[in-house]
Structure formats: C-alpha cells, structure tokens
C-alpha cells in the first residue's frame, strides 16, 4: 500500500489557469506538508498542516491555498498559474517530528 | 540565518569505492539532522536521523553518518558504493524547539557511480 501518494503526477498548463493537485496519506499520521522542488532541485517548506489546522505557511503567495478536508488529505490549489510555478511539488506527513516525514511521489507541474 | 550548505554539487564514484558526502549547517542551536535519498523520478526516502547520543548513527541501505558539533557538520558515508545509490541526496535540519516541523534542507548533491 502506498503511504503518501499525490494525484495527478504529471500536470501541464497553461498560463493563467487554476488547478488543483490532491494528496492523501493511509499512515494516520497528524500532521501534513507541502514542499516545492525547484528546477535546481532546491527544496523548500510551503505550507505544514496539523490537524486540518495551518501551522506553517512559508510567504507563499496567496494564488497558493492548501485544503485539508481531513486529516488523511492535504490538496493544493493554484489560481492564475505563472511560469515561475513550474516545479515538482511534494507532499508528505509525519506524525511526529521525529520521524522526518514521508513524501509523495511528486506532481510535476509545468506552465506554459 | 539558518541554513545547510552541501558543498558538493555532484560527484561521481566508482562501483565499489568508498563515499562520502558533505552537509554543513548554520543554526541556533544543536538541530536534528536528517539525510534523505532522491531516486530519479522520485520522492524523498528517509535514509537516517541524528537527534541525540552516539554521533555516529547508522541509517538504511549500508548508510552512515557522523554528526561533529565542533565543525557544525553531518557527513554522510558508504564503505561501498552499488551502483543503485546513484542519486540525489538532501542533508536537513529540523528545531529542536518551536512547536511545528519545519525542515531546511541543503541543495542537494547529485551521486553518479561508474561501473
């Protein structure tokens, strides 16, 4: 069984549209993130999920707004999609800090 | 600042030898650490964590790693390289305190093993 998994895991757009990248977890783990990889592999904290309650957002632009129906899911929408969003996002979860997080698979996103 | 620096951008070894990769970091205080392993087309896997005691801890996959406060370092080491770990590899730091997670991890350094 796959813990973390993302959906779609390749996603490509145009500029200007709105799209939506799912991610659920079966670890029963608390807390849930997302990450953005840029093209130099570069990775960085976005938003961090405890509960279905924001605990972390990273000066992320607001076109960015994560969900969590539960605390099983973790979505990322994106409004009005620009060139410089193009990256591989991952999810992951940790139930505690301790154990360092498990990662999605990664969605990459490229905007044309 | 806090930050992780991994000197080495990418470094290429032969099946066999011996490996060892760089991780600095600046930070408040004594952090927890992290090494994690990127296959291609992949996600992050955990492959070992520092938090206290021994500082040499042993991780997945033949993986070791040696934290040394004196240098603010967390090297990660292989006896033997196979020529599965060619991979990127993410050294991360984490605080000891906060109440939330939050990880900085370094750039990355990208392995390459000649057969």
């Known amino acids: 069984d796959t813990a973390v998994s993302q959906t779609p895991k390749y996603l490509v757009t145009q500029m200007g549209n709105d799209k939506s990248i799912k991610c659920e977890q079966n670890?029963?783990?608390?807390?849930m993130y997302w990450y953005k990889q840029d093209s130099k592999k570069f990775l960085k904290i976005m938003f961090s999920?405890?509960?279905?309650?924001?605990?972390i957002n990273e000066t992320v632009p607001n076109r960015f707004s994560p969900k969590s129906p539960d605390k099983a899911h973790l979505n990322l929408h994106i409004n009005s999609l620009e060139l410089g969003d193009s990256a591989v996002y991952f999810c992951?979860?940790?139930?505690?800090?301790?154990?360092?997080?498990?990662f999605g698979p990664g969605t990459r996103l490229t905007v044309l | 600042a806090q930050s992780v620096t991994q000197p080495d951008i990418h470094i290429t070894v032969s099946e066999g030898a011996s490996l060892e990769l760089r991780c600095n970091y600046s930070?408040?205080?004594?952090?927890?650490l992290f090494w994690y392993v990127q296959s291609p087309g992949q996600g992050l896997q955990l492959l070992l964590k520092?938090?206290?005691?021994?500082?040499l801890v042993q991780g997945i996959k033949g993986f070791e790693a040696e934290f040394k406060r004196s240098q603010s370092s967390f090297n990660l080491r292989k006896p033997s390289v196979h020529w599965s770990d060619a991979a990127e590899y993410f050294c991360?730091?984490?605080?000891?305190?906060?109440?939330?997670?939050?990880?900085?991890f370094g750039a990355g350094t990208r392995l390459a093993v000649h057969p």
């Open positions: 991360a730091v984490g605080p000891r305190e906060g109440g939330y997670n939050k990880l900085i």
């Open positions: 520092y938090f206290s005691g021994d500082t």
């Open positions: 992951a979860s940790s139930q505690d800090f301790l154990s360092g997080g498990f």
């Open positions: 930070y408040g205080a004594t952090p927890y």
């Open positions: 670890l029963g783990h608390d807390t």
């Open positions: 999920y405890n509960n279905k309650e924001l605990i």
